[in-house]
């Protein structure tokens, strides 16, 4: 196996796969990449055996052939070497030596015979969003994935396609976030599959570009292919709780609320609080929405939104962090606030698909 | 109480003293800022009891008067206001109130008599340099400073005034950092004192100005004044180690390295090392320095620096991070290697005043 790359392609696409690799996993070969050279080009492929990342660089092949190096070691000797073209060359023993202007260096590489081979599977359903969408549509959610380790179904993205609508819904228990967007193109069945947090959170950072994005959906694996990179995630099985339970049918209330005024009033006065299980106060009245919080130990603070609203004094209370995050991940000026009382779940509706329900804390 | 202050520039101030104040201390007051308002300006001091850094900012002061704030508390909040001007009302109970725009926030505070009052001392020397060399002194030696709890003396930098010549210098037994910079000016008498790595880190924070730095000696502490900020640090009490006599009084060799070139070779190879007793090997011989390393577990590096040396062949090998540290802090171009011989001390000369010896490691 032998073959020369640009080193700078080859940094990139090596930062593209990296973050499967662990600091210390069991199995060494998990540690490693898998470089295929064939015919114009490598693939270069990395696993954590939930999670599969794969992508593609140009090379000048000399020699076809498969090896497996230290993935980070071979990262931190790419970044390190200063010239533009990298030779690399594998012996039968994995021993890989890799020239770079003056300076060679050799790692001890493993058998790719040992690679965990790649699990083929048929797609049931086939969704296309440009990149930058389904970024998004991530983003605005996975912040309200559950961490808690009793629920297992709670710990992932759904990806609900039913009745032409696709959904997309985080929760915790706590609060729920959801975006509703169509596909630019759609195939196959109707359904629903769990995304593990980590598949979307390498979407979030892969899925860069303003390119189209495939997700092939399988029984137990999805695959996110885009043109430079392929993501294949194991699915999380089990039964995702009827989320559509939880979003009222109706309010009695909508105000609509500025976005960054509101999230900097809830930063500044949840400052003077002086734990997790405190609260802040919202008043809506007198076209004036008041943020307060206040604690023993740390003091008082009052901040003042100006708004629409001229109806009944609302007070409802809330986990200042459950609130400050969709305000931090939805990309619109100004969002609805539904409300009916001081003790009912409220909507923040992002009127771009993007809803979040959360119920108040009941402080007094 | 009660002052007007511009709000950037109280945060501003806030942030040059905030990094004396620890996480949680025994002593409450030790996390509060005291605030003395008074004429033109308030004068904003915070301390740990070893490191005390006080600054100034210009107020409208309606009435004059001392308190302590949660300095933590008071910069986050400071932080998030979002209009310019900040008024701040203090009562006798030690609450104070922040008004900023239509935002109110109360703090609870502790009276500024029980914050450490200062202890005034009587400066046996005086140094003004420029802060930018100061902080660069600093940052050429601190590195190298002991963090080995066994040594206290060791824990900072020794000031040594003798001869005419004043000399930084920081050691961990392993290897020995030395910049001689003269003053632009100097009083009173010749001695050598030990400044805590602490208060030197401070400086390099602080200093970060092209304006003049003053350092005043005495016998206990030592104060750096600025226009703007004065540190005042305890200094460490015990005898420095006679540091001359590390440093060899003749080499045979003498060769001009590139720094950066150096550098960027000893990074490359070192990630084929394991562990921290590694060692890189430098060869000097025709014209060539080569940089090597090798481990069992990972592989073989090899880099070369072209250079100009013809004389006999030297090996000699060394812990890389203490190689590439002096590497990273000097300012120049090309740094002198000394050498005798694989086993003697090796000086790496600056020719700015800096200079540094280390011990090679015997590997064989």
Redesign the interface.
């Known amino acids: 196996m032998k073959f020369k790359v640009s080193r700078e392609k080859m940094m990139k696409a090596l930062q593209r796969v990296i973050s499967t690799i662990g600091n210390r996993s069991t199995l060494p070969i998990l540690g490693n990449v898998l470089i295929e050279a064939e015919g114009a080009g490598l693939k270069l492929i990395t696993t954590d055996l939930e999670i599969r990342i794969s992508t593609g660089v140009e090379a000048a092949v000399d020699e076809a052939g498969r090896t497996t190096v ?1 993935a980070k ?1 071979l990262l ?2 790419v970044s ?3 010239d533009d073209e990298l030779g690399f060359e594998c012996d039968e023993r994995h ?1 890989a030596t890799l020239c770079c202007g ?7 590489g493993l058998s790719a015979d040992d690679f965990p081979a790649d699990t083929e599977f048929t797609p049931v359903r086939r969704l296309v969003y440009k990149e930058s969408d389904l970024r998004r549509i991530f983003s605005q959610i996975t912040y309200a994935v559950s961490l808690d380790d009793s629920r297992k179904v709670l710990h992932g993205v759904l990806c609900a396609c039913k009745d032409n609508l696709v959904s997309f819904v985080a929760t915790d228990g706590k609060r729920l976030a959801v975006v509703e967007k169509l596909p630019e193109s759609f195939e196959g069945t109707e359904g629903e599959v769990i995304i593990p947090l980590r598949a979307a959170n390498e979407i979030k950072r892969l899925a860069d570009g303003e390119e189209k994005i495939t997700i092939e959906i399988g029984d137990k694996q999805a695959a996110f292919i885009t043109d430079t990179v392929v993501v294949t995630s194991k699915l999380i099985e089990g039964n995702y709780p009827n989320y559509r339970l939880v979003i009222p049918s109706r309010f009695n209330s909508q105000v609509s609320v500025p976005t960054q005024a509101f999230l ?2 809830i ?3 949840s ?2 609080l002086s734990d997790n299980n405190s609260y802040v106060v919202l008043s809506f009245a007198d076209n004036q929405l008041k943020v307060q919080a206040a604690s023993a ?8 939104v100006e708004i629409e609203y001229a109806g009944e004094p609302i007070e409802v209370s809330f986990n200042p962090a459950f609130l400050a995050e969709p305000l931090r991940a939805v990309a619109v000026d100004h969002i609805t606030m539904n409300l009916n009382d001081g003790i009912s779940p409220v909507a923040i509706d992002g009127s771009d698909g993007f809803l979040y329900v959360i119920m108040p804390m009941r402080n007094r």
């Not at 003056?102 to 001890?108: A, D, E, G, P, R």
């Not at 130990?297 to 003042?304: M, S, T, Y």
Request: charged letters at 25%.
């Open positions: 230290p070691k931190a000797l390190r070497f200063t021993h003056n300076s060679k260096c050799k790692l001890l900097a009033k930063e500044l006065v400052q003077v130990e740390i003091g008082e603070g009052l901040a003042i």
